[in-house]
């Protein structure tokens, strides 16, 4: 069946980094712009980035610019999220989501980030 | 960006009776192509979101057919024809128009009287 798994989520201190991934399996992960989407602890869903079906496009919400990257390895069906110079206001549950229609069909489960000193 | 509102913000239920949630758009949805790309969806409690319906009033594929979305410019509805316990959650508008980013409302938090 369609799946996305995410893994990664840690607790760090403000200014590391941290590498979010997103396996992918039931589906053609290459024919699938593929977006992260995060959710601050009790606050609703806030959009953070896409990338293409080839990764030749790449778009970010402007809390995130600059800062984080986002990319995939088809060969390994699975999406990454760089996150650098992290802040207490990244502390959120990151989910990967399938594009589908300018919109997300599959979600993960979300891994959770947490961003204190 | 566009602004998306949700009303109510919380919506208290009886079992079997009709809910319906608005969602507002600061600029209208449509699209260069002609679709509406205005999506909702459900997130039970320490679930995550699930999409229930997409461009305006397509259920996606084992949603229960309860569900329903209509609307159309800047002026949205999901509605459910008879709640039944397992509709519990909060309920998020999202558009898909004015890319990047997405936008998505506050969510609509839908318990049981």
């Known amino acids: 069946q369609v799946q996305l798994v995410e893994s990664g989520g840690d607790m760090v201190q403000p200014g590391r980094s941290l590498r979010l991934s997103c396996a992918a399996s039931g589906f053609t992960f290459s024919s699938y712009g593929m977006h992260w989407v995060r959710q601050a602890p009790g606050k609703g869903l806030e959009w953070v980035a896409l990338?293409?079906?080839?990764?030749?496009?790449?778009y970010y919400a402007d809390s995130v610019k600059g800062r984080f990257s986002i990319s995939r390895d088809d060969s390994k069906n699975t999406l990454y999220l760089q996150m650098n110079s992290l802040r207490a206001e990244d502390t959120a549950v990151y989910y990967c989501a399938r594009a589908s229609f300018l919109s997300m069909d599959v979600w993960g489960q979300g891994t959770t980030v947490t961003v204190s000193s | 960006d566009v602004v998306m509102t949700q009303s109510p913000l919380s919506l208290p239920v009886t079992l079997g009776q009709p809910a319906s949630i608005s969602c507002r758009s600061s600029q209208s949805l449509v699209y260069s192509d002609g679709n509406t790309y205005l999506s909702w969806f459900q997130q039970r409690p320490g679930q995550s979101p699930r999409r229930l319906i997409y461009?305006?009033?397509n259920r996606d594929s084992g949603v229960p057919d309860r569900f329903s979305g209509s609307g159309s410019g800047t002026d949205f509805t999901l509605k459910i024809s008879r709640v039944e316990a397992d509709d519990v959650g909060v309920y998020y508008c999202m558009q898909g128009t004015h890319w990047p980013p997405w936008t998505f409302g506050q969510g609509t938090k839908v318990e049981i009287k």
């Open positions: 990338i293409w079906y080839d990764g030749s496009k790449k």
């Open positions: 461009k305006v009033s």
